[in-house]
C-alpha cells in the first residue's frame, strides 16, 4: 500500500472514529454523578405523573399553584421526559408551555431533575431535587429556576402523583 493511501484510510478511519467516541465519553461524563438506576427504582418511575407547583412568588408577587403533568422514561443511568406546564398569567388566563427533563438519581431515593423550556426563544430553565416515595407513586421536592413570564429567579414545591 503506497504511502498516500495508507494515510487517506488512516484519515477516513479517524474521521468516523472520532465522533463517536467524542459522542460516548461525554454521555458518560454528563452522566458520572448519576447511579445505576435498579429495575424496582425504573418500573416505579417510568411512566405519567401528574401533580401541582406550588410557586412562592408570582406576576403579582404572591403565591400561586399550577398544574404540571410530565411523562419520564428511564434508563440504566439517566431519566429523561417530556411535560407540559400550565401557568396562569391572569385570574382569567393560563400559558401553557412544555419543558424537557433530563437527570438521574443521586440515590435510591432522590432524583434530579434539570428542565427547560421546548420553545428555544423563551428564557425558562432550572433545577428539581425530589424524593420518590418507599411505594413509588410519589414524587414530592423543591425546585429552582428562571421563569420566562416572571423574567427572575422562581422557586417552591413540586407534588406529584403517579398516573400510570
Do not use: C
Request: proline share 3%; glycine share 8%.
Amino acid at each position: 500500500m503506497s504511502e498516500p493511501v495508507f494515510i487517506a484510510v488512516i484519515s477516513g478511519v479517524f474521521a468516523i472514529v472520532a465522533p463517536i467516541l467524542t459522542y460516548v465519553f461525554t454521555k458518560l461524563y454528563k452522566n458520572r454523578d448519576f447511579k445505576v438506576i435498579s429495575q424496582s427504582r425504573k418500573v416505579a418511575l417510568d411512566g405519567s405523573w401528574s401533580g401541582d407547583i406550588f410557586q412562592t412568588e408570582g406576576l403579582d408577587n404572591q403565591p400561586l399553584t399550577y398544574p404540571v403533568s410530565i411523562t419520564l422514561t428511564v434508563s440504566k443511568k439517566e431519566v429523561i421526559g417530556t411535560g407540559e406546564v400550565d401557568f396562569p398569567v391572569s385570574e382569567v388566563e393560563n400559558h401553557a408551555f412544555n419543558i424537557s427533563l433530563t437527570g438521574g438519581f443521586l440515590h435510591e431515593r432522590f432524583l434530579k431533575l434539570d428542565y427547560k423550556n421546548t420553545n428555544l426563544a423563551a428564557v425558562q430553565f432550572g433545577s428539581s431535587l425530589l424524593t420518590l416515595s418507599s411505594d413509588g407513586t410519589k414524587l414530592n421536592g423543591r425546585f429552582l429556576g428562571y421563569g420566562a413570564k416572571t423574567e427572575r429567579l422562581v422557586f417552591g414545591e413540586i407534588k406529584l402523583q403517579k398516573k400510570t
